[in-house]
């Protein structure tokens, strides 16, 4: 008989959303999760229906849950266990690219630095 709820830092690992509990539990405890749009602490209850954000290693990520877990599954068994609402990423085009120095040009200038810095926006 499956549960009817799990901790948000069990589930969010059991689906593979995290690479280890305790991964998911710092990320839980950092901000980076939110279960229906607030912030949740590692042993807040997950529910079947509840949408939750999380920022992973690989980017963010937006599923609902269809089925709660209380043990981590194999890839394929934890991709039905949530609908994937995650948009998908902006086009190769879009991404800014890193400006990049001739080779051989030497260190930047204080003048070139600072405007590295503000285009990083630092």
């Known amino acids: 008989m499956e549960p009817s709820s799990v901790r948000a830092d069990v589930w969010v690992w059991s ?13 839980c405890k950092g ?14 209850p997950v529910q079947v229906g509840d ?6 290693p690989g980017g963010p990520r937006v599923v609902e849950v269809r089925r709660v877990l ?5 890839a394929a068994v934890a991709a039905e266990c ?9 086009p190769r085009e879009e991404r800014l690219a ?4 001739d080779r051989g040009a030497g260190r930047p200038t204080k003048r070139e630095r600072r405007e590295m810095d503000r285009f990083r926006g630092r």
Not at 15 to 23: I, K, M, N, P, T
Not at 51 to 56: D, I, P, Q, S, W
Not at 70 to 74: A, D, I, L, N, S
């Open 15 to 27: 689906v593979r959303l995290f690479a280890s509990r305790s991964a998911a539990s710092a990320a």
């Open 31 to 44: 901000g980076q999760v939110h279960v229906n749009g607030r912030r949740a602490k590692p042993s807040q």
């Open 51 to 56: 949408r939750v954000e999380a920022t992973t």
């Open 70 to 74: 209380t043990k981590r599954v194999g």
């Open 82 to 90: 949530y609908t994937d609402h995650t948009p998908p990423p902006p």
């Open 98 to 101: 890193m400006p990049r120095r």
